[in-house]
């Protein structure tokens, strides 16, 4: 038990590869608790309780507090080079996120990239009874798109695939602009294609909806 802050400083000389300034050694841990047959209902091997923050003067904002900080990725120093540079490495195995994600603006784009290996959706989203996906893009976004695919190596398959065997009400996709249209932009969805066929439908499309496809 450490009562005071613990501060790991000073600069080495290390073999690269396995937590130069912590590293936490593979090892076995036995439930010695858990009666036969029951559950246990969480393991952690290492585990960052939440602080209360306080203050000892009145109104006291601060405006970022985390329980843990990363400040960025390393750094190339002298006759480094690195090829990738990550801030958090999770190497094997899911990560859970109970609660929001947020990204900054400031990042720049959120790249997903699947491994050669393939197989499976490089991004999948299932939110069982809810709306799959949610985008709330502010008014500010003015110069870009919400959205951007691209697949310029796509030979077969399709780029975007919507299941909706068992919809009854509603729409697979809804597109609701209100008054974001101006003048300039009268365009609810804009197809651009060069070479082949833009859109093929099959089934039956509703005559009041946003995008008619006549077939």
Same mark, same amino acid.
């Given at each position: 038990t450490f009562s005071e802050t613990v501060?790991?400083? @000073?600069?080495?000389?290390?073999?690269?590869?396995?937590?130069a300034a912590i590293h936490v050694d593979?090892?076995?841990?036995?439930d010695n608790n858990t009666s036969g047959s029951g559950t246990a209902a969480k393991y952690t091997h290492v585990n960052i309780e939440n602080p209360t923050i306080a203050a000892t003067n009145s109104l006291v904002t601060i405006t970022d507090a985390a329980t843990l900080?990363?400040?960025?990725?390393?750094?190339? @120093?002298?006759n480094i080079t690195l090829t990738n540079a990550y801030a958090l490495w999770v190497d094997s195995g899911n990560a859970r996120f109970d609660g929001d994600l947020q990204f900054s603006k400031a990042i720049g784009p959120i790249e997903i990239e699947q491994g050669a290996s393939g197989g499976g959706s490089a991004l999948l989203i299932d939110n069982d009874d809810t709306d799959?996906?949610?985008?709330?893009?502010?008014?500010?976004?003015?110069?870009?798109?919400?959205?951007?695919?691209?697949?310029?190596?796509l030979t077969t398959a399709h780029a975007i695939n919507i299941n909706a065997d068992s919809l009854t009400t509603g729409?697979?996709?809804r597109l609701d602009v209100d008054d974001a249209l101006t003048a300039s932009a009268t365009k609810s969805l804009l197809i651009v294609d060069y070479d082949?066929?833009?859109?093929?439908?099959? @089934?039956?499309?509703?005559?009041?909806? @946003?995008?008619?496809?006549n077939m």
């Open positions: 501060t790991i400083d @000073g600069d080495k000389s290390v073999t690269p590869g396995d937590g593979a090892s076995t841990v036995t900080y990363i400040s960025r990725p390393p750094a190339a @120093g002298t799959q996906v949610a985008l709330d893009i502010e008014a500010a976004n003015v110069d870009t798109a919400a959205i951007a695919l691209k697949v310029p190596d729409s697979a996709i082949k066929a833009g859109v093929t439908a099959s @089934g039956q499309t509703s005559s009041t909806a @946003g995008l008619d496809i």
